[in-house]
């Protein structure tokens, strides 16, 4: 057994043996690297690791540009030709024409136009409106919340088809009446989102210290609910264009919505309801009703994306 020399402190000896401190980032399973990103970085990150989501947002971004460049693709979606009535897809019409000679291939692009501005227009204000309700319902509380969420329960009871019928009927079939009746019937989704964001935060410390210090209401929903609210709102309106798409459609194809000779997908399919037509004539109502289910599930993925992208338990 070995003498400890004189004078050497005994701790010193005893002290075991380190190995080489891990450099920052290369921790243990990466997590120096994860815990130093920022949440939007943690949130994209999980997004590009969705791959319907990211397939979905290259298909509606080229549905989008598509569109957007209808009129230098294909210039004359109301041209009638009446030598070229129903006539089956060709060389010189892509996708055939329909009953009144008009270029099917060019009515499929500009009517994306169309529905994709229902879509994300109405989309937009009803998350403009439920915010505010929401927002409002959530920090006043009490009387405030009881009428603005019993509001919200009668609006969601009214179907909005027959909200569109009504306003068609009194002011008649539109852009503007479809994005009216959209918004003002699809605001409840985001209100109740929002107002479940309010009430987790008014209790919070600096909520009441912004309050102690004379903050009014509207600057706290400015500067603190309208954020915090921000994400889950943008998975509510990703997800409420998807809605008002399919609810143009319907309107359109009853006849309630977008007016010829403008085309919008809706409308396109109305001039295929025969039922001869369908079984015959499969190029007059294919191109527009694929045009809507993939227009459709591609938001649908992205709202699911982004989605599992804020959820604050989701994988980095």
Known sequence: MTATPAGAPAEKLRRPREGKAAPPGKGRGGEGRAGSASPRARAVRRFRRNRLAVAGSAVLGAVVLASLLAPLIAAHPN??????????????????????????????????????LVGLAAALGAVVVGTLFGSVSGLFGGVADNVIMRIADIVMSFPTVVVILVLAGIVGPSVTVLIVAIGLTQWPVAGRVVRGVTLSLRDREYIQAAEASGANAWWLIRKHIVPAALAPVTVTGTLAVAQAIMLETTASFLGL????????????????????????????????????????????????????????????
Do not use: C, K, Y
């Not at 010829?260 to 409308?267: E, F, H, L, M, V």
């Open 79 to 116: 041209a009638v030709d009446l030598d070229a009535v129903r006539e089956a897809p060709s060389g010189a019409h892509w996708f055939g024409t329909d009953t009144s000679g008009r270029d099917v291939f060019a009515r499929t692009l500009h009517a994306g136009r169309v529905s994709l």
């Open 257 to 316: 919505g977008v007016r010829p000779p403008q085309a919008s997908w809706g409308n396109m399919l109305n001039d295929a309801q025969n039922l001869t037509l369908i079984q015959t004539m499969p190029w007059l109502w294919i191109p527009p009703g694929v045009a809507i289910a993939v227009t459709v599930l591609a938001v649908n993925f992205v709202g699911d994306g982004l989605r599992d992208a804020v959820t604050p338990g989701g994988r980095t």
